[in-house]
Protein backbone atom coordinates (compact mmCIF):
# COMPACT_ATOMS: atom_id res chain seq x y z
CA UNK A 1 0.00 0.00 0.00
CA UNK A 2 2.83 2.27 1.17
CA UNK A 3 6.55 2.22 0.62
CA UNK A 4 9.51 3.73 2.98
CA UNK A 5 10.39 6.19 1.02
CA UNK A 6 6.87 7.55 0.39
CA UNK A 7 6.55 7.53 4.33
CA UNK A 8 9.09 9.52 4.66
CA UNK A 9 8.16 11.82 2.07
CA UNK A 10 4.39 12.11 3.32
CA UNK A 11 5.76 12.66 7.03
CA UNK A 12 7.91 15.56 6.12
CA UNK A 13 4.95 17.22 3.91
CA UNK A 14 2.76 17.19 6.68
CA UNK A 15 5.37 19.18 8.81
CA UNK A 16 5.79 21.49 6.23
CA UNK A 17 2.01 22.02 5.61
CA UNK A 18 1.71 22.39 9.68
CA UNK A 19 4.46 24.93 9.61
CA UNK A 20 2.92 26.77 6.71
CA UNK A 21 -0.95 27.23 8.29
CA UNK A 22 0.46 27.98 11.73
CA UNK A 23 2.90 30.41 10.47
CA UNK A 24 -0.55 32.02 8.49
CA UNK A 25 -2.54 31.54 11.94
CA UNK A 26 0.00 33.60 14.06
CA UNK A 27 -0.65 35.86 11.79
CA UNK A 28 -4.18 36.80 12.80
CA UNK A 29 -5.54 38.69 15.57
CA UNK A 30 -5.90 36.09 18.17
CA UNK A 31 -9.56 36.76 18.54
CA UNK A 32 -9.89 34.87 15.04
CA UNK A 33 -8.07 31.48 16.41
CA UNK A 34 -10.36 31.42 19.26
CA UNK A 35 -13.15 32.64 17.59
CA UNK A 36 -16.55 30.19 17.43
CA UNK A 37 -17.58 29.18 14.28
CA UNK A 38 -19.96 27.12 12.64
CA UNK A 39 -17.91 24.32 12.65
CA UNK A 40 -17.56 21.03 14.54
CA UNK A 41 -14.55 21.70 16.69
CA UNK A 42 -15.67 25.46 17.19
CA UNK A 43 -12.73 27.71 16.27
CA UNK A 44 -9.47 27.41 14.15
CA UNK A 45 -7.46 26.44 17.36
CA UNK A 46 -10.11 23.65 18.13
CA UNK A 47 -9.46 22.56 14.55
CA UNK A 48 -5.95 22.19 14.99
CA UNK A 49 -6.14 20.44 18.36
CA UNK A 50 -8.85 17.80 16.72
CA UNK A 51 -5.16 17.19 14.87
CA UNK A 52 -3.47 16.86 17.58
CA UNK A 53 -5.08 14.92 19.76
CA UNK A 54 -5.71 12.68 16.81
CA UNK A 55 -2.37 12.41 15.88
CA UNK A 56 -1.67 11.17 19.40
CA UNK A 57 -4.13 8.58 19.17
CA UNK A 58 -2.38 6.93 15.79
CA UNK A 59 0.80 7.53 17.46
CA UNK A 60 -0.31 5.05 20.54
CA UNK A 61 -2.04 2.53 17.81
CA UNK A 62 1.54 2.54 16.08
CA UNK A 63 3.72 1.61 19.09
CA UNK A 64 0.66 -0.79 20.21
CA UNK A 65 -0.05 1.33 23.37
CA UNK A 66 -2.83 2.84 24.77
CA UNK A 67 -4.23 6.61 24.54
CA UNK A 68 -5.44 8.19 26.92
CA UNK A 69 -8.45 9.72 25.08
CA UNK A 70 -11.82 9.19 25.85
CA UNK A 71 -13.25 12.47 22.57
CA UNK A 72 -11.24 13.92 19.57
CA UNK A 73 -12.78 17.13 20.71
CA UNK A 74 -10.21 18.11 23.78
CA UNK A 75 -8.20 21.13 23.41
CA UNK A 76 -4.83 20.26 24.64
CA UNK A 77 -3.28 23.64 24.10
CA UNK A 78 -5.69 26.66 23.62
CA UNK A 79 -2.59 28.88 22.90
CA UNK A 80 -0.95 29.11 19.56
CA UNK A 81 2.97 28.62 20.81
CA UNK A 82 1.98 26.11 23.25
CA UNK A 83 0.08 24.03 20.46
CA UNK A 84 2.84 24.65 17.74
CA UNK A 85 5.26 23.21 20.34
CA UNK A 86 3.19 19.82 20.67
CA UNK A 87 2.47 19.88 17.52
CA UNK A 88 6.08 20.59 16.07
CA UNK A 89 7.09 17.54 18.96
CA UNK A 90 4.69 15.13 17.38
CA UNK A 91 5.49 16.22 13.70
CA UNK A 92 9.12 15.15 14.21
CA UNK A 93 7.71 12.31 16.09
CA UNK A 94 6.61 11.01 12.71
CA UNK A 95 9.11 12.46 10.82
CA UNK A 96 11.55 9.81 13.23
CA UNK A 97 9.30 6.94 12.93
CA UNK A 98 9.10 7.06 9.39
CA UNK A 99 13.18 7.41 8.95
CA UNK A 100 12.62 3.84 11.10
CA UNK A 101 10.24 2.07 8.88
CA UNK A 102 10.82 -0.42 6.11
CA UNK A 103 8.33 -1.72 3.61
CA UNK A 104 7.64 -4.97 5.74
CA UNK A 105 7.36 -3.11 8.60
CA UNK A 106 4.26 -0.52 6.63
CA UNK A 107 3.06 -3.59 5.51
CA UNK A 108 2.56 -5.17 9.14
CA UNK A 109 -1.08 -5.38 10.22
CA UNK A 110 -1.37 -4.25 14.19
CA UNK A 111 -5.00 -4.37 15.72
CA UNK A 112 -6.16 -1.22 17.72
CA UNK A 113 -9.32 0.34 19.27
CA UNK A 114 -11.17 3.51 17.97
CA UNK A 115 -11.96 5.84 20.52
CA UNK A 116 -15.51 4.69 20.58
CA UNK A 117 -13.68 1.21 22.22
CA UNK A 118 -14.55 -0.75 18.83
CA UNK A 119 -11.80 -2.68 17.68
CA UNK A 120 -10.39 -2.86 14.02
CA UNK A 121 -7.48 -3.54 12.54
CA UNK A 122 -4.87 -2.26 9.75
CA UNK A 123 -1.36 -2.42 8.16
CA UNK A 124 1.31 0.65 9.54
CA UNK A 125 0.97 1.92 6.32
CA UNK A 126 -2.60 2.11 6.14
CA UNK A 127 -2.34 3.77 9.93
CA UNK A 128 -0.05 6.59 8.65
CA UNK A 129 -1.83 7.27 5.12
CA UNK A 130 -5.02 7.55 6.81
CA UNK A 131 -3.55 10.12 8.85
CA UNK A 132 -1.78 12.36 6.65
CA UNK A 133 -5.08 12.27 5.22
CA UNK A 134 -7.09 13.29 7.97
CA UNK A 135 -4.82 16.28 8.78
CA UNK A 136 -4.62 17.14 5.45
CA UNK A 137 -8.67 17.67 5.52
CA UNK A 138 -8.78 19.53 8.93
CA UNK A 139 -6.20 21.55 7.45
CA UNK A 140 -8.73 22.46 4.83
CA UNK A 141 -10.86 22.85 7.34
CA UNK A 142 -8.59 26.01 9.20
CA UNK A 143 -8.25 27.48 5.68
CA UNK A 144 -11.91 27.46 5.03
CA UNK A 145 -12.37 29.60 7.84
CA UNK A 146 -9.52 31.98 6.87
CA UNK A 147 -12.12 33.09 4.77
CA UNK A 148 -14.38 34.32 7.15
CA UNK A 149 -11.70 36.64 8.71
CA UNK A 150 -11.45 37.60 5.81
CA UNK A 151 -8.07 36.66 4.95
CA UNK A 152 -6.73 34.36 2.01
CA UNK A 153 -5.67 31.44 3.33
CA UNK A 154 -1.79 30.02 3.11
CA UNK A 155 -1.45 27.19 0.24
CA UNK A 156 -0.40 23.88 1.94
CA UNK A 157 -1.00 21.07 -1.18
CA UNK A 158 1.47 18.25 -1.72
CA UNK A 159 2.84 19.45 -5.06
CA UNK A 160 3.83 22.54 -3.65
CA UNK A 161 5.62 21.05 -1.58
CA UNK A 162 7.18 18.54 -3.81
CA UNK A 163 8.04 21.65 -6.07
CA UNK A 164 9.71 23.36 -3.11
CA UNK A 165 11.81 20.19 -1.88
CA UNK A 166 12.85 18.59 -5.64
CA UNK A 167 11.55 20.13 -7.84
CA UNK A 168 8.73 19.45 -10.06
CA UNK A 169 8.96 15.81 -11.13
CA UNK A 170 6.63 14.68 -8.67
CA UNK A 171 5.33 11.29 -9.94
CA UNK A 172 8.92 10.14 -10.14
CA UNK A 173 9.52 11.90 -6.84
CA UNK A 174 7.24 9.90 -4.89
CA UNK A 175 8.37 6.55 -6.38
CA UNK A 176 12.68 7.44 -5.66
CA UNK A 177 14.38 5.86 -3.71
CA UNK A 178 16.56 9.00 -2.53
CA UNK A 179 16.14 10.17 0.64
CA UNK A 180 15.00 13.53 1.12
Known sequence: MINSHTARVLARYRT?????????????PLQELVKLRKTLFKSMIGTANHN???DLIWQAHL??????????DVVLHADLADFRSA???IDK??????D???????????????????????TRGAMFIHLVNHSTHHRGWICEM????????????????????SGSDRITHLDSPAKL
Open 146 to 165: FFDVPMRPPVTDLPVFLDLT
Open 87 to 89: QGD
Open 63 to 72: VQKPHVFKAR
Open 16 to 28: WANNVLFDSMAAL
Open 100 to 122: EQTDTSLAETLSFAYVSGERSAM
Open 93 to 98: WFENWS
Open 52 to 54: LVI
